[in-house]
């Protein structure tokens, strides 16, 4: 298990109800194990209904797939030393993946690796075949290899599937100083061969997997393992743990000093949320199912102590991604610490202090302490403006420190300074979008200002939103920056143009951060938005006029959409109407800019070219 603290759990009953071993139940395999696991299937269901935490239920199924493994491949060596009596031959079962784990859902796959000392004999073959043949036969999924431990040494080396397969291996049963020779050799030649070809390439995966799954942890309808925030991020980070520090466990990052207690903690948490999600999942599903759809959301929210129709969707949901977001956090900061450069050696690293207290060193920024902090509150959300001024990262000691200031942050979040630096963020060449993500991620966002917690997670309730509304404003921040960078510059000219040209952006870039502020609250949500911005306008400093642009935005934010698509724009009066509503060039602009930045991030293919043309002529 990656806490390496398997949880209290009680053993499923129908652990008991396996035969003794005789060596004579081979031909009876296949019923035995189909009964065995059709009673602790009934078992799982039944705790699962009863409220049982989901790290517990995922123990209580991995220790009933073990006995039921460990009685076949006894019942195969009974059969087989009751024919060839002299013959003492080695084997060990060990198991791989999420079974290696110890992290079973109730369809999940398992995947077993036989190990010999040398050739394959007829009794690798009997253990194999015994055990292998009654897993299917009861309906199990079973992915399998029979090797020696040179041949998993050598291909590990060559493949990076069957290295990362490895890293998760654990012993289920057979011979243990086979097992242990093999571990040795594993953690000695395997774990640490090569470790920054392995990073880069499990990196370049973790990309690769987001972007396929929707690569925002708030999708409407979420990946609870592929996804961004989901459990294969936790995985990918205990590998690269396990190769970098020679850990088994993320506990043991604690020993080591590389992540917190409290880190831990939060997300052992997380995970018992999590996997009492895909419990539920699998169950209600009757198969391997990791996509949360609008559907299941609604069957699994009251099974899951969820009540209210709608409102308990919402509340689950709410509750399913701040446990990804954690999963999410928790993941970058082991990887961080993974891939963070070793100290020169002969030289001191080259260290530049920009402000008291904080230093960029190499592509990351740090704080010394929190001194930093309790002294000037502001210096919290200064950090981010540094970051993003030197183009560097956050040191992940830093993120930590960040969070643990938020209180103090909260307190002291009117200050003019605060505000200041907030839209010294907004008003940066560059990266924006960037910063304005980190800061949410890491609750810095919603500490300056309060209204934009009540965007966290919110669920938009139409067909076409594919992300929860803070997610997808922010979005909008970064479609306009892709805009700027002159991303769209030979496809979208005009609407590249205007961006580049317009002024105070960073009136534009709150408009679009808060456009759907007022949703959640009942009708009219532009008209309450606009309200909104006015308030959040003062505190962050602006002047009346810079005040009223935001709110300007905020209150029409849906007009230039609805009076293309759905009124005749050669209507004179229509467009004279239009003009007395906007009044000068520059909200033309910013509202012309803000409606294809709405579009663009609400999914894929909702800015279509037809949308386009109508909103560029109007």
């Keep these: 298990?990656?806490?390496?603290?398997?949880?209290?759990?009680?053993?499923?009953?129908?652990?008991?109800?396996?035969?003794?071993?005789?060596?004579?139940?081979?031909?009876?395999?296949?019923?035995?194990?189909?009964?065995?696991?059709?009673?602790?299937?009934?078992?799982?269901?039944?705790?699962?209904?009863?409220?049982?935490?989901?790290?517990?239920?995922?123990?209580?199924?991995?220790?009933?797939?073990?006995?039921?493994?460990?009685?076949?491949?006894?019942?195969?060596?009974?059969?087989?030393?009751?024919?060839?009596?002299?013959?003492?031959?080695?084997?060990?079962?060990?198991?791989?993946?999420?079974?290696?784990?110890?992290?079973?859902?109730?369809?999940?796959?398992?995947?077993?690796?036989?190990?010999?000392?040398?050739?394959?004999?007829?009794?690798?073959?009997?253990?194999?075949?015994?055990?292998?043949?009654?897993?299917?036969?009861?309906?199990?999924?079973?992915?399998?290899?029979?090797?020696?431990?040179?041949?998993?040494?050598?291909?590990?080396?060559?493949e990076l599937k069957v290295k990362t397969a490895l890293l998760d291996a654990r012993y289920l049963v057979g011979d243990e100083a086979l097992y242990a020779e093999f571990e040795a050799k594993m953690f000695e030649e395997v774990w640490g061969q090569n470790p920054t070809a392995f990073f880069k390439e499990k990196l370049a995966e973790n990309t690769e997997r987001h972007a396929r799954a929707g690569d925002s942890v708030y999708l409407l309808q979420p990946q609870l393992k592929e996804g961004q925030g989901g459990l294969r991020d936790l995985h990918t980070a205990l590998w690269m743990a396990k190769v970098k520090f020679k850990v088994r466990s993320f506990r043991e990052l604690v020993t080591l000093g590389q992540i917190a207690e409290r880190d831990v903690l939060e997300l052992e948490e997380a995970l018992d949320f999590l996997w009492r999600i895909r419990n539920a999942l699998h169950q209600a599903s009757d198969r391997h199912q990791d996509l949360l759809t609008f559907e299941l959301q609604e069957r699994l929210a009251p099974a899951l102590g969820f009540a209210d129709e709608r409102d308990g969707v919402e509340a689950?949901?709410?509750?399913?991604?701040?446990?990804?977001?954690?999963?999410?956090?928790f993941s970058e900061a082991v990887i961080a610490r993974c891939v963070q450069a070793e100290p020169y050696r002969r030289s001191a690293p080259t260290v530049r202090v920009i402000r008291p207290g904080i230093r960029?060193?190499?592509?990351?920024?740090?704080?010394?302490?929190?001194?930093?902090?309790?002294?000037?509150?502001?210096?919290?959300?200064?950090?981010?403006?540094?970051?993003?001024?030197?183009?560097?990262?956050?040191?992940?000691?830093?993120?930590?420190?960040?969070?643990?200031?938020?209180?103090?942050?909260?307190?002291?979040?009117?200050?003019?300074?605060?505000?200041?630096?907030?839209?010294?963020?907004?008003?940066?060449?560059?990266?924006?979008?960037?910063?304005?993500?980190?800061?949410?991620?890491?609750?810095?966002?919603?500490?300056?200002?309060?209204?934009?917690?009540?965007?966290?997670?919110?669920?938009?309730?139409?067909?076409?939103?594919?992300?929860?509304?803070?997610h997808h404003s922010l979005m909008?921040?970064?479609?306009?920056?892709?805009?700027?960078?002159?991303?769209?510059?030979?496809?979208?000219?005009?609407?590249?143009?205007?961006?580049?040209?317009?002024?105070?952006?960073?009136?534009?870039?709150?408009?679009?951060?808060?456009?759907?502020?007022?949703?959640?609250?009942?009708?009219?949500?532009?008209?309450?938005?606009?309200?909104?911005?006015?308030?959040?306008?003062?505190?962050?400093?602006?002047?009346?006029?810079?005040?009223?642009?935001?709110?300007?935005?905020?209150?029409?934010?849906?007009l230039m959409s609805h009076l293309a698509q759905r009124r005749d724009m050669h209507d004179d009066q229509l467009v004279i109407d239009f003009c007395r509503t906007v009044g000068t060039l520059e909200n033309l602009h910013r509202l012309y800019l803000l409606t294809y930045a709405d579009m663009r991030a609400v999914g894929p293919g909702v800015w279509s070219t037809w949308r386009d043309t109508l909103v560029t002529e109007l």
């Design 476 to 558: 909008g921040v970064r479609e306009l920056e892709r805009l700027r960078a002159g991303e769209f510059a030979k496809t979208l000219p005009h609407v590249t143009q205007v961006m580049r040209e317009v002024e105070r952006p960073e009136l534009l870039f709150l408009g679009m951060m808060f456009h759907d502020v007022g949703k959640g609250h009942g009708h009219d949500h532009s008209g309450r938005g606009a309200r909104m911005m006015h308030d959040i306008a003062t505190r962050l400093g602006l002047n009346e006029d810079e005040g009223a642009a935001c709110e300007f935005l905020v209150r029409h934010h849906l």
């Design 1 to 158: 298990m990656v806490l390496a603290r398997t949880p209290a759990f009680r053993p499923l009953a129908a652990v008991t109800t396996l035969p003794a071993v005789t060596g004579e139940a081979v031909r009876r395999a296949g019923q035995i194990a189909r009964d065995y696991l059709a009673r602790a299937h009934t078992e799982l269901r039944a705790r699962q209904e009863a409220g049982e935490g989901g790290l517990a239920v995922v123990a209580a199924y991995t220790d009933a797939i073990d006995h039921l493994v460990r009685f076949l491949a006894a019942e195969a060596a009974a059969s087989y030393a009751s024919r060839y009596a002299r013959i003492n031959q080695r084997c060990a079962v060990v198991g791989l993946g999420g079974y290696g784990r110890g992290e079973l859902n109730p369809a999940s796959d398992i995947d077993l690796l036989f190990v010999y000392p040398w050739k394959v004999n007829p009794y690798v073959e009997t253990i194999a075949e015994v055990i292998l043949y009654a897993l299917w036969d009861a309906g199990l999924t079973v992915g399998h290899a029979l090797r020696n431990i040179r041949e998993c040494g050598r291909l590990a080396a060559r």
């Design 316 to 329: 689950f949901m709410r509750a399913y991604y701040s446990r990804a977001a954690v999963v999410n956090r």
């Design 360 to 470: 960029v060193q190499g592509r990351t920024l740090s704080v010394v302490n929190r001194g930093v902090f309790e002294r000037d509150p502001a210096a919290v959300v200064q950090v981010f403006a540094e970051a993003q001024r030197h183009g560097v990262t956050l040191a992940p000691a830093t993120r930590e420190l960040i969070r643990e200031c938020l209180p103090l942050l909260a307190a002291h979040r009117e200050r003019p300074a605060v505000g200041a630096a907030f839209l010294d963020i907004l008003r940066a060449k560059g990266h924006v979008d960037e910063t304005l993500f980190e800061m949410h991620k890491l609750g810095v966002l919603k500490t300056v200002i309060p209204e934009f917690g009540h965007l966290d997670c919110l669920i938009a309730h139409d067909p076409f939103h594919i992300y929860t509304v803070d």
